[in-house]
């Protein structure tokens, strides 16, 4: 008699359909949604503002890096990524300056990120004094060949421009940025 | 002392039939890069035995090379799938050693984004482990909702996977404008997604019988083989290291410890999606108690730490993660031992998989949840 | 230990390459460097050369009080990761010279190596020329000549640096720099002690240390024979147990009652510079009735260390202890499948030993690698299947 109930029971179970009913409710729900999903090449979504991108060089108004050539983001990368040299200038080229007004005393003639290596951890952009490092918005950087991974100082110096010109916009409130992209999609397919 | 030979992992049975079966390395339900070889008497799996080391990258010989500050970025490759986790650990394991103080409002985002993990880290399993088991359509919402997680990550950290989030003393920036009112219509939209989650599994009859009564280990078990997280709660003991062994302010906050009896790959399922919720009340009472202040100590330039050890362990999503760092009072740790809880819980694979069916083996692993980053260090 | 301090100095191409006891090569060819600049830039500017100086003896004195040889023993050890560092071979020669006599050199390479960070005021170039890792050194009229670490390329370095400067390339220095050096240290050592400025001592922060709680006091007590000290720093407990008692102590944790420590976090062992016995494995045992941690250590000899395994007491200590003989080469008596975890079978050597170099161990080629594959007998083959 037992028997029988619990395969009554187990019977009434297996008809039941109220679970499977919810599942399908959930797919036919978002059957009617819009995608959140962004078409890639056609479509690019942005970035927070915050977004650890390529390392840049932030140019002063001539141009010029603001790196004084002290080190600490060589010493504490933790994997030996960047490569700096310094060139003190000399009492004589101090003089004949070209922008007397230019606080730095010294030439940065190499200034090198291997992207193959650097990890985006932004340890070099905390600890420098002079905020001559910047963590600009570019993530995409197409190269053929490893020699192009790692980027001179002059490419950098581009970067950060680009990254300038970003927190200007921003600072003017052209564009905004928002942490969540699509808490709800937001745009039409 | 001899030790073992390549391919040496198990042998074959005595009787007709049985069999051994190499599962992985590139198998899609490992997660990872896990090779189990497995014993097997027809459809009945008798003993396992797991190779890893496949993802090994010697982390714990790089920390003792590193200075502790450098170390942090290096945690996120842990557990990659919750990274901010690791960072907290390692961050409290130094702040602890080197005995600074972190700000209050730092403390309090630090719990934000260590709930904000679990949920980001619950999710892919959810999504991976439905997956595995055959329910395609969970995997995609899933990742959907994780990816506002992801979203919070990068608006105020910068990265989303390996986030680098934390810095020894604190954080690396205040939260940005906007991100609380983010963070809060997140708060919002989710329960009603975790409801459609409920609905898409808990009663669904395919589901229960793939996982009702599958890898059942028992609450001494869970002892013996030193199982932490989702494991040995849905053993039925409630260890959780936020509340047996507080640290930042989860002494402060109100939660449960979601328990269930049975053991089983069901019982872990329930267990992490009522974690979920708890994570969801534990984030509303952090946005509601956020004190205003400094976001980070005073952290002296040079970090030396005195000579000794300490064992600092937190609630990461898969259990009790901990560092072991001992200090001869240099720059860098002389030793730094990880206790992974992947490692270990993986360990228990024989004990929870002995005597299943050989379909049931992607369930049981899914049920771990495992990351080989972790696994292998 | 002495024997694979020889086998590495001698495979290690680079002149800084064994990670153990460098205090010998490497601060020999530091000081030999130091001379050497020193001689060239006499007439280094003095004011950073002075700041250096500076630098270094307020680091030294914290470290005054102990006795030489620990010392060297500790200098020895924490320069050891720093040694290892990339571009190191280029710093260790690149160091500006302090205007210092000679004298206790290698102790005060520990603080050399942290000095920089402490005293260099970033918005002053010229103080900031210590750097270790900055390819830059000072000579005579202040111009720095580039040097490169060896992960750029140098063709290009030279060619880039311009025709009408003072370059100063150091490349050639590193071989020559041995014997003078010995020769200098030689008198170092057996001389009297030479007379340090007295200077304040600074402060030294310390662990905070607490009584052992009650419950590890009586432990020891009870076991005073096995037990070699107990301690609390941070606030966790710590027993050291002889190698003799380590099994029997753990059941005894374990099984009490009034202990109950039936779960192990961790166990791991660790080997280390400058301490005695070098060897240790540590446990890190937490008791779920009573909710607390203990920590459970047993000391152990460099060579051939050995230890009763736990692995009968806690099953989790199986691959734990793997993973110790694995990485450290600590064996565990009594475990039923001590192979390696991590590392492929054929590995040689014990990576997390303190004498396994942290790179350029041996070049790891093809041939090599398949040389000791074959050694290795294949126990499953894979044989074609017959449908017969
Ligand atoms: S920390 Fe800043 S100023 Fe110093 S070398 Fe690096 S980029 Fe230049
Ligand atoms: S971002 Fe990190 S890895 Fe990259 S250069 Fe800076 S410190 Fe090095």
Sequence with gaps: MSKLKEFLSKAVAMADPSDLVAGASVTIKYFFSHPVTVMYPFEKREFSSCAKGVLALIPDKYGDDLCIGCMQCVKICPVDCLTVEMRKLSKEELLGRKFEEKKKKALIPTFEVDLQRCMLCSLCVEICPTDALEMSQTVTLIMTNREDQVLDRMRMLELGKDTQRYRNRLAAGEIECEAIQCPEPKHKD | ?377 | MAETHDKEAGASVEPDGPTELPQEPSAGSNSASQEEVGGESLDTNSASASEMAGGMSAIKGEEEVTPEGEQTGSAGNESVPVEAKPGEEASTKETVAPEEPPKAQAQEKSAEEASPKGTVAPEEPPKALPQEKSAEEASPKGTIAPEEPPKALPQEKSAEAEPGEEVVVLEERKPSAKPPVSASKMPRKTAAPRKRPVRRPKKVVKAPEKEPSGFVRDVAAAHSEIVADVYNRYGEDTIVVRSGGYHSLCRHLRDQAALRFDYLSLLTGAHYVGTEPRCEVVLELYSTPYNRRVRVKVLLPAEAPSVDSVADLWPTAGWQEREAYDMLGIHFHGHSDLRRILLPQYWEGHPLRKDYPWRGFRERSEEILQERLAKIPLETETKPYSFD
Excluded at chain 2, 186 to 212: A, E, G, Q
Excluded at chain 2, 222 to 241: E, F, M, Q, T
């Design chain 2, 1 to 377: 002392m001899e030790t073992g030979t390549v391919g040496a992992f198990l042998e074959p049975g005595e009787k007709e039939g049985d069999f051994i079966l190499n599962m992985g390395p590139q198998h899609p339900a490992t997660h990872g890069v896990l090779r189990v070889i497995l014993r097997t008497e027809g459809e009945n799996v008798v003993d396992c035995d797991s190779d890893i080391g496949y993802l090994h990258r010697g982390q714990e010989k790089t920390a003792e090379n590193l200075p502790y500050v450098e170390f942090t970025p290096y945690t996120d490759r842990l557990d990659y799938i919750a990274a901010p986790a690791m960072n907290l650990t390692w961050v409290e394991a130094c702040e602890r050693l080197l005995q600074l103080e972190v700000p209050e409002r730092a403390k309090y985002i630090r719990v934000i984004i260590a709930e904000l993990t679990r949920l980001a880290s619950h999710l892919l399993w959810l999504g991976t482990h439905a997956m595995d088991i055959g329910a395609l359509t969970l995997f995609l919402y899933c990742f959907r909702e994780r990816e506002m997680v992801l979203d919070l990550f990068e608006g105020f950290g910068g990265a989303r996977l390996t986030t680098h989030i934390f810095r020894v003393g604190g954080l690396p920036n205040d939260l940005p404008k906007g991100w609380l009112e983010d963070l809060e219509a997140f708060l919002d939209l989710f329960p009603s997604r975790l409801s459609d989650y409920h609905k898409l599994l808990t009663k669904n009859r395919i589901w229960l019988r793939r996982t009702k009564g599958i890898g059942v280990v028992t609450a001494d078990e869970c002892v013996d083989w030193g199982l932490s997280g989702p494991l040995i709660r849905g053993s039925g003991i409630a260890l959780d290291l936020r509340r047996k062994q507080p640290y930042e302010i989860y002494d402060r906050l109100d939660f449960d410890i979601p328990t269930q009896e049975e053991g089983d790959v069901y019982a872990r399922y329930l267990v992490r999606m009522e974690e979920m919720n708890q994570s969801l009340r534990i984030l509303r009472q952090c946005v509601d108690q956020l004190p205003s202040g400094p976001f980070i100590g005073k952290v002296p330039k040079r970090l030396k730490a005195p000579k000794g050890e300490l064992y600092h362990a937190t609630e990461s999503p898969r259990g009790e993660f901990g560092f072991y760092i001992y200090s001869d009072g240099g720059t860098q740790p002389a030793r730094v031992k990880i206790r992974a809880p992947s490692f270990i819980n993986l360990q228990a694979l024989p004990v929870l998989i002995r005597g299943a069916l050989l379909a049931d083996v992607v369930a049981v692993i899914g049920s771990i949840d495992i990351v080989l980053g972790e696994v292998d260090r």
